[in-house]
């Protein structure tokens, strides 16, 4: 049985910082992406980062980059979200995710967590 499991989030003021964790079991992902999105209320669910599990390749979404850091233990089957110099509109649940392709789609995941709520205050 597929499980990814999303921890880390909760309150933070703006300007602070979050790790998110997702811990993933009951399969090999190594040949797999492994994606963060976010979905914040009234709003579509919008990629954050992925990065290819084997390689570490990783690709950002532009709102994100140079403030969140994607990363993976091999060795714990974990992949992270650092998430620094939040922002207000940061505030969202975020989502791990899982595809067998390199995709920003979330339409194109197979596996997902069940998210955890990060909320950033002004």
């Known amino acids: 049985q597929v499980q990814l499991v999303e921890s880390g989030g909760g309150l933070v003021q703006a300007g602070g910082s979050l790790r998110l964790s997702c811990a993933a079991s009951?399969?090999?992902?190594?040949?797999?992406?492994m994606g963060w999105f976010r979905q914040a209320p009234g709003k579509e669910r919008e990629f954050v980062a992925r990065?290819?599990?084997?390689?570490?390749?990783?690709l950002y979404a532009d709102s994100v980059k140079g403030r969140f850091t994607i990363s993976r233990d091999n060795s714990k089957n974990t992949v992270y979200l650092q998430m620094s110099s939040l922002r207000p509109e940061d505030t969202a649940v975020y989502y791990c995710a899982a595809s067998r392709i390199a995709t920003t789609s979330p339409n194109l995941y197979n596996y997902w967590g069940q998210g955890t709520q990060v909320t950033v205050s002004s």
């Open positions: 990065i290819y599990w084997s390689s570490g390749t990783i």
């Open positions: 009951g399969r090999s992902f190594s040949s797999y992406t």
